[in-house]
T-cell receptor, first 114, second 114 residues
Framework: DTAVSQTPKYLVTQMGNDKSIKCEQNLGHDTMYWYKQDSKKFLKIMFSYNNKELIINETVPNRFSPKSPDKAHLNLHINSLELGDSAVYFC?????????????FGEGSWLTVV | KNQVEQSPQSLIILEGKNCTLQCNYTVSPFSNLRWYKQDTGRGPVSLTIMTFSENTKSNGRYTATLDADTKQSSLHITASQLSDSASYICVVRGTMDSNYQLIWGAGTKLIIKP
């Protein structure tokens, strides 16, 4: 059983389009995250949600909007896609953002903007 | 500025050999340090976590060390196997506050050759 699952795994789209990436975790965790891994391989946090409330937004452009219908889901919607948005986006979850619990990652969504 | 630097950037060794990966950080105040393994095309998976008071921790053939005084950590892999081929990422967590930070290194790409 997949702990953190995200879809789609691969997405190729044109500049200016709007797209969404969905994420679900079945671990019962309270905190979910979206990370972006660019070509330099750094993982950068974009958003963190704790019990459906946004707690971190690391200066991400407002074209990116996370939506959490419940604590098991955190979807990422991207408006007006740009070439620089091409990257791998990882969804993740952890039991508690304060205690430093292990973060469990999904398999990643490869976004290519052409 | 909080930073995590890893070396080498990439490493190729023969199957069965040992290797050591380095992580230097400037994150302060320090809470803990994790090593993650990221297989190609997959999300990162936690290998070990080191807190301030821990010097050495083992997880099978992986042994992590931490010197909090010099702000250095290492990951030693013994008797390498082909499945060890992956990127190994060092992540340092700043101390607890309302917006704790995880600072990710760029990773060391390890290739094990038969």
């Amino acid at each position: 059983d997949t702990a953190v699952s995200q879809t789609p795994k691969y997405l190729v789209t044109q500049m200016g389009n709007d797209k969404s990436i969905k994420c679900e975790q079945n671990l019962g965790h309270d905190t979910m995250y979206w990370y972006k891994q660019d070509s330099k391989k750094f993982l950068k946090i974009m958003f963190s949600y704790n019990n459906k409330e946004l707690i971190i937004n690391e200066t991400v452009p407002n074209r990116f909007s996370p939506k959490s219908p419940d604590k098991a889901h955190l979807n990422l919607h991207i408006n007006s896609l740009e070439l620089g948005d091409s990257a791998v986006y990882f969804c993740a979850s952890s039991g508690d953002r304060i205690s430093g619990n292990t973060i469990y990652f999904g398999e990643g969504s490869w976004l290519t903007v052409v | 500025k909080n930073q995590v630097e890893q070396s080498p950037q990439s490493l190729i060794i023969l199957e069965g050999k040992n290797c050591t990966l380095q992580c230097n950080y400037t994150v302060s105040p320090f809470s803990n340090l994790r090593w993650y393994k990221q297989d190609t095309g997959r999300g990162p998976v936690s290998l070990t976590i080191m807190t301030f008071s821990e010097n050495t921790k083992s997880n099978g053939r992986y042994t992590a060390t931490l010197d909090a005084d010099t702000k250095q950590s290492s990951l030693h892999i013994t008797a390498s196997q082909l499945s060890d081929s992956a990127s190994y990422i060092c992540v340092v967590r700043g101390t607890m506050d309302s917006n704790y930070q995880l600072i990710w290194g760029a990773g060391t790409k390890l290739i094990i050759k038969p």
